[in-house]
């Protein structure tokens, strides 16, 4: 089947991106979905907090999502759900399996991987213990809890601090839970930090920071945990043990891009996102395959995912308006103090401002955000702090660009009080 845009994925990302293209004017176009609702992750969101960037309201997260299944609704956007994307090709075929439909192979002009992220399992953290029942990711405990109505436990310690984590903090509590601590091995908290305010601080939870677990105990159900003070290598300090009995053991340490049919397209990984290298057209080394949201990098909020992804499908349907336009690429680098800045490249021969996201690699205090070609400071600006926990931007005109010979380095430094 030949189609203009085939879009992975129905959750916050691909909904947008796919409204935008609808926007656009492009209508010859699919998204593949493999659960059975559009939505993704949003559908166990039952929290607010969501929307306050986009719609200038505070939104649950089936609420959000509701917004742009209506929208794609109204505009007749063909979803298909229950459909498994097998591969995908770089030169934009996409195979795809489904009980009602078999097989289906599109031939597209453009493709957007919109496939989000998953979390990492204990297996990743080489935790030492017993493989006994109770141990949990915080997003599936979320979803035993939001949308199936189990309880995982009663007695809960909670690994990591991600946002996740410290929103199943409140949750249990809410419950009936009785959540005895939250454990980071970081010198900060990797999660919002309006949520260490509302989830933990709230709800007299502790969060000790700079520990981990160092023993998971239990033969047939999880009885306690050790947990040990580390040092600045993230090694257990011994002495510094104690131990906690629960019954319940929530892992919330850290999330990864689902970027299994990334790789299958043969497609370059950035090490420091672990999503595609893109240009700031969110256009992959492959042309015509684009790339949004968090299976490109893990954002902290929503509202961004869908403002990502709506540039994203603009940018696809201007590539199948206009073809592949003239470039003139440079690469852009993490300095000093930053981590995974994307986009990894910019057009110079493109079109509006640039803005490159990234995490800093500590916490940051009267910081200042610099944007260098070689010798030549391109912009620079303030920021009063940044944190690990959430994701910095700085936007450059892509005039002050231009003429720029060599690559473009984004740092961060301590600025003067």
């Keep these: 089947m030949k189609i203009d845009i085939l879009i992975v994925g129905a959750g916050p990302a691909g ?3 796919a409204i935008a293209l609808k926007e656009a004017g492009i209508h010859n176009l699919v998204v593949i ?7 993704g992750i949003l559908r166990q969101c039952i929290h607010n907090g969501f929307g306050l960037h986009r719609f200038r309201e505070e939104l649950t997260g089936p609420e959000y999502a509701a917004r742009d299944i209506d929208k794609a609704t109204e ?14 090709s770089k030169d934009k075929t996409v195979t795809c399996i489904s009980r009602e439909r078999g ?29 006994c029942a109770g141990i949990f990711s ?17 007695e809960i310690v909670i690994l990591g601090s991600g946002d996740i984590g410290l929103i199943m903090a409140r949750r249990m509590t809410l419950q009936g839970a009785k959540v005895k ?15 260490i305010v509302q989830c933990l601080d709230d709800y007299d939870i502790p969060l000790y920071l700079s520990h981990t677990v160092t023993d998971i105990k239990g033969r047939e159900r999880l009885s306690g945990i050790t947990v040990s003070k580390v040092d600045e290598n993230r090694s257990p300090i011994p002495g510094t043990e104690f131990e906690i009995p629960c019954d319940t053991l929530l892992l919330s340490v850290g999330l990864i891009p689902e970027n299994e049919l990334t790789l299958g397209a043969g497609l370059s990984l950035s090490p420091a996102t672990s999503g595609a290298i893109v240009d700031d057209d969110f256009e992959t080394e492959a042309p015509g395959i684009f790339t949004a949201g968090n299976v490109l990098h893990v954002h902290d909020l929503v509202d961004h995912v869908s403002d990502e992804a709506a540039r994203a499908g603009r940018a696809a349907a201007n590539y199948i308006k206009k073809g592949e336009g003239k470039k003139d690429m440079r690469n852009v680098l993490d300095g000093k103090g930053v981590r995974g800045a994307v986009p990894q490249k910019i057009n110079l021969r493109g079109e509006g401002d640039v803005r490159v996201l990234f995490r800093p690699d500590k ?9 260098h070609s070689g010798d030549t400071l391109v912009k620079s600006r303030k920021a009063r702090i940044l944190t690990p926990g959430e994701m910095a931007e700085i936007v450059v005109s892509r005039e002050a660009l231009l003429g720029m010979k060599e690559d473009i380095i984004i740092s961060v430094t301590e600025g003067s009080k």
């Design 15 to 17: 909904l947008s991106a």
């Design 33 to 39: 979905e493999r659960e059975n609702e559009a939505g």
């Design 75 to 88: 505009l007749g956007i063909d979803i298909r759900l229950n459909t498994t994307v097998l591969s995908v």
């Design 103 to 131: 097989i289906d192979i599109f031939e597209c002009k453009a493709v957007i991987l919109c496939m989000g992220c998953r979390e990492r399992p204990r297996g990743a953290l080489g935790t030492p213990g017993t493989r």
């Design 138 to 154: 915080a997003g599936t405990a979320q979803k035993f809890v939001n949308l199936m109505g189990l309880m995982p436990g009663r």
């Design 181 to 195: 601590a939250c454990i980071e091995i970081m010198p900060y908290s990797s999660g919002l930090n309006r949520n």
């Design 363 to 371: 916490v940051y205090e009267n910081a200042e955000i610099r944007v």
